[in-house]
């Protein structure tokens, strides 16, 4: 059996998540549990507006990606779930600030989300050959 490698970046001294890791690596794969606007220094929401929300969601995706070594070029599929579908145009612009060249295979879909927070990410990512 392959083992599994736990990845929870820049998170504030006895933080609890909940049933799940940020990310988990098996193998050349790193799978990045469903992020949203969570400021990692305190583990707390952070609600704004879907542009707030998005670039902080894409930063918490990139700082457990980076953590686990590989770059936001990596990743290879995203599932993005959005409070309100009509907020697609807004938060596509942003997205794609995030990735250049060959864009990941994605899924949107309106979603209700905890908290009232209107956007959450998860993400696979291939982990480059060291």
């Known amino acids: 059996m392959e083992k599994k490698l736990v990845i929870h970046p820049q998170r504030k001294p006895g933080f609890v998540t909940g049933a799940y890791s940020d990310g988990v690596i098996s193998g050349d ?3 990045v549990s469903g992020q949203a606007s969570v400021d990692f220094s305190t583990s ?6 879907i542009e707030e929300e998005t670039h902080r969601t894409l930063n918490n995706v990139k700082l457990i ?7 936001m070029h990596d990743v290879l599929k995203c599932t993005v779930h959005l409070a309100d579908i009509s ?3 807004v938060y596509n612009s942003i997205y794609e ?13 309106q ?15 291939r982990i ?3």
């Not at 990606?65 to 770059?71: H, L, M, N, P, V």
């Not at 600030?97 to 879909?109: D, E, H, I």
């Not at 905890?114 to 696979?124: S, T």
């Open 87 to 89: 907020d697609f145009a």
């Open 65 to 71: 990606i980076e953590a686990a070594g590989a770059t």
């Open 44 to 49: 707390e929401f952070v609600l704004g507006s």
């Open 128 to 130: 480059p050959k060291r």
């Open 111 to 125: 979603s209700v989300i905890a908290e009232g927070l209107k956007v959450e990410i998860d993400a696979i990512v």
């Open 97 to 109: 600030q995030y990735f250049s060249g060959v864009k990941p295979a994605r899924t949107t879909v």
């Open 29 to 31: 794969l790193l799978f």
